[in-house]
């Protein structure tokens, strides 16, 4: 309903004053003002309207209210009018408040306590640039109607400065406490320590809280949350150590508002044992009922990596508001439980917690890392149903989901769609198409972002450089590189680590160590990237010797570092340090082996002929050998060309994954090996009866900005007929230097057809292209889908020796850089 209190009352618009384009009040403090001698006689406190209005709730109680103050002649006195501002204010009616001011109150009546209540009301409704807009010219015309400030109007604009992140009129406001004498007041100070740390400026809020003469409670709650919400865990906690040290003094100790402040410090710094200090404290201080901290103290032990004891607290809270579930969801997801996460957002919805946007981040979460497409179906409904579908943050947590379920058709319409997009909306697609292979689009994305002059970040770059490394191309490597310098992120550890993988991908391995070696910090990641890229070269001693100086300094290794080192053994042929490593993994860092490392350890025993031990380690496995184990197995029974535990690893590859063809393909190679001509006519004839196929082989050449793609036997390209009669040539060539054909893998046909199609493997197609369009003593980089094949491998070595060139192919598993006849990976791949 509308009210009004006199005829003319709503007809009537608020006049606001203007505020100038650069807040500066006068410095001169303003004459002071007649001030009213109103008597209010003291009935009128136990008169009901009076009472009604302090047990007001709503506005639609006040709205009620109204008509009986007026008509009981009570609206003429400024009690009554401060308290309608008040109330007005406080349930965010600020027009109402500003018509009872300017148009209720006579001007004589207008004492000093009705300005400062209107500038409380106007400041604590500054949600926006224009509503603090409005409390600043409000605070210009009090000093304009000569109305003195008092403390708690400073305190109230720095707060409202600080909670918009207004930091360039927040100084304004700190200028005007200075000039105002408020310079040592505990509570002004207090609100401009506030000020500076909710502006990011923490270092200036330290500076202002060492320079107060003396400090209250609010004041060490004020520095110490500031720190801990600016993600400076360590300071926080310092500051509630001396805290505790200088209150105890003086009788005070920390209160519920410092527990809460500094519980996520303990969280973000990932410290258990003070995080259970503080735990401690919270249970003497009886505090441990109260569900905030609860809500925090989960938090803490999620991110200590003890979710058990999390749910123990979560399980034992007498009242959970939905900030507990959300701490506890997240805890799960954090912990890599994502099924417990994903039951415990099933418990909540059967309790009838309404979910809110973080329960749903939280659950499409756990989705993403599970690749449940179904269930995250079923919560991409229910937002649309919560009304959640314009949360520009809600729809970046639904790209990543379906991005990582291999959904990124749907992925790339909700973005397309997405009204507001952001750079996480950016990123969160952009990183969808790196994960899933899908290079040309994710450059196509990060070629449209520039375009549209958004400044990308450091996780925008550490999105794209994977899909430049999966590439493999050292141009556009170097052009990423120079947009990293251009945007300030060399200091960046993550960007760098990602040019130093990118590099090492790109066949550049030695200008990938030159980065490591510049960086000044080093993640983990930085180095299992450098182990990596020496591994996938075949420079295993270099690896070796990398994480020997990795386990000298600070930084842990983990199963990613394990993974790496063990793989790189296995290309360099290192079968006892790569036993070594995989027994210190547990025995020195109680690192449970993945079926990844048993999947390595595997591959190292099979490369080195150790067939048999390999079998016998497969079959002592504490866990179920998985696709990438069996594989591995196959893999080697092809190099060895053996024949019984290859039959028993492809049955099991068979029933693991039947859809895949290319184990099919290894097991018909290795009867093929063996002239086992029938075996190897019924892998083939079950492979059609399936109607599965083999991958086709494919080698890619980047050539003067653009990728040339050939296939074994292809005629397609511009050049082919140009590219047939060199590599016939460059074939007599090497065959004069001592190049064999291996025709052992083909049966059926005449020798000289046998060569014919040998010589028309894609490598040798990509070879002679890049000979033919490059001048001498250029290096020639090709990309190879698959396994490099013995014949096109030795043909490459003789190639090299006859042109001076030097070749570097990466195949699906590692590098090879040919060079004067030689291979880097030494025969050994």
Not at 393 to 407: A, D, F, G, W
Not at 551 to 566: A, E, Q, V, W, Y
Not at 677 to 691: L, N, Q
Request: proline share 3%; net charge neutral; hydrophobic share 40%.
């Amino acid at each position: 309903m509308t009210w009004q209190l006199l005829p003319s009352f709503t007809l009537l618009s608020t006049t606001t004053t203007t505020p100038p384009s650069s807040f500066k009040p006068s410095t001169q403090l303003p004459p002071p003002r007649q001030r009213s001698t109103t008597h209010i006689p003291t009935h009128i406190y136990s008169h009901p309207a009076a009472i009604l209005l302090e047990l007001c709730t709503s506005l639609n109680e006040l709205h009620q209210i109204l008509p009986l103050v007026i008509k009981s002649n009570l609206h003429h006195h400024h009690l009554f009018h401060t308290k309608l501002l008040s109330l007005f204010s406080k349930f965010g009616s600020l027009p109402e408040a500003a018509r009872v001011f300017d148009h209720l109150v006579p001007i004589q009546d207008r004492v000093d306590v009705l300005y400062h209540t209107m500038l409380k009301g106007y400041a604590l409704n500054s949600s926006s640039s224009s509503s603090l807009d409005n409390a600043l010219s409000f605070f210009i015309r009090m000093n304009t109607d000569g109305v003195r400030p008092v403390v708690y109007n400073f305190t109230y604009l720095l707060k409202a400065c600080a909670n918009n992140s207004d930091l360039r009129t927040g100084k304004q406001i700190h200028a005007q406490v200075v000039v105002n004498g408020y310079a040592s007041n505990l509570i002004s100070m207090n609100g401009v320590v506030n000020l500076y740390a909710k502006c990011r400026l923490v270092d200036e809020a330290r500076k202002m809280f060492d320079r107060m003469p003396e400090r209250d409670r609010v004041c060490w709650n004020t520095i110490i949350a500031g720190y801990s919400q600016n993600r400076v865990p360590k300071r926080a906690l310092e500051l509630f150590v001396r805290m505790q040290r200088e209150e105890d003094e003086i009788g005070r100790r920390p209160d519920l508002v410092t527990i809460v402040s500094v519980l996520p410090a303990c969280a973000d710094i990932g410290s258990l044992w003070i995080g259970k200090s503080v735990h401690g404290y919270v249970v003497k201080a009886g505090f441990e009922s109260l569900v905030n901290v609860s809500t925090a103290l989960v938090d803490v032990y999620s991110k200590c990596g003890c979710v058990g004891t999390a749910r123990y607290i979560f399980d034992n809270m007498q009242y959970r508001n939905v900030v507990s579930w959300n701490s506890m969801i997240d805890g799960y997801t954090q912990n890599g439980n994502s099924e417990e996460a994903l039951e415990l957002f099933q418990r909540m919805l059967n309790e009838r917690v309404e979910p809110t946007n973080v329960t749903i981040m939280k659950a499409l979460s756990a989705c993403a890392d599970l690749g449940d497409i179904v269930k995250g179906e079923f919560i991409h409904k229910m937002l649309c149903q919560l009304e959640l579908s314009s949360n520009v943050s809600v729809m970046n947590s639904l790209i990543s989901m379906y991005c990582k379920c291999k959904r990124v058709d749907v992925a790339a319409e909700i973005f397309e769609n997405l009204q507001g997009k952001t750079l996480v909306s950016w990123n969160a697609m952009l990183l969808g198409y790196t994960q899933n292979g899908l290079v040309n689009a994710a450059l196509n994305h990060f070629c449209k972002l520039h375009q549209q002059n958004i400044k990308p970040d450091s996780f925008t770059m550490v999105s794209v450089i994977p899909a430049l490394a999966e590439l493999s191309v050292l141009r556009q490597a170097k052009w990423i590189h120079g947009l990293v310098t251009r945007t300030c992120f060399s200091n960046d550890v993550f960007v760098m680590t990602a040019l130093v993988d990118m590099y090492a991908k790109c066949g550049a391995v030695n200008t990938a160590r030159k980065l490591f070696d510049m960086m000044d910090e080093r993640h983990v990641t930085t180095w299992n990237a450098m182990i990596d890229g020496y591994g996938t070269h075949g420079l295993g001693r270099a690896a070796v010797d990398l994480f020997s100086e990795m386990r000298k300094g600070d930084i842990m290794p983990n199963g990613i570092t394990f993974l790496s080192i063990i793989s790189g053994c296995s290309h360099s042929g290192l079968v006892e340090e790569g036993r070594g490593y995989f027994a210190a993994m547990k025995e020195d860092y109680g690192l449970e082996p993945s079926m990844d490392h048993y999947g390595a350890m595997v591959d190292l025993l099979g490369r080195a002929g150790q067939l048999n031990e390999a079998w016998g380690f497969i079959q002592n496995m504490p866990i179920g050998p998985g696709i990438n184990v069996y594989g591995a197995m196959l893999g080697a029974c092809n190099i060895h060309k053996n024949v019984d535990i290859g039959k028993k690893a492809a049955d099991k590859l068979f029933e693991l994954d039947p859809e895949e063809g290319g184990y099919h393909v290894l097991l018909a190679n290795i009867y093929t090996r063996a002239s086992m001509w029938d075996e190897m006519a019924k892998v083939r004839t079950s492979m059609e009866k399936k109607g599965l196929q083999k991958t086709p082989g494919c080698s890619l050449v980047d050539l003067r900005n653009e990728v040339h793609t050939f296939y074994s036997g292809s005629t397609s390209h511009p050049q082919s007929k140009k590219i047939y009669v060199f590599l016939e040539t460059l074939i007599d060539e090497i065959k004069a230097a001592g190049y064999v054909p291996d025709n052992n893998t083909i049966r059926g046909v005449d020798e000289d057809v046998q060569e014919q199609l040998l010589s028309s493997h894609s490598e040798k197609l990509a070879i002679a292209f890049g000979l033919l369009n490059t001048s001498p003593g250029t290096t020639i980089h090709i990309r190879k889908n698959l396994r490099v094949c013995g014949d096109c491998h030795n043909a490459t070595k003789y190639i090299s020796l006859v042109t001076g060139r030097e070749i570097v192919v990466r195949d699906m598993h590692r590098f090879h850089h040919f060079k004067s006849g030689t291979c880097s990976c030494g025969d050994y791949w």
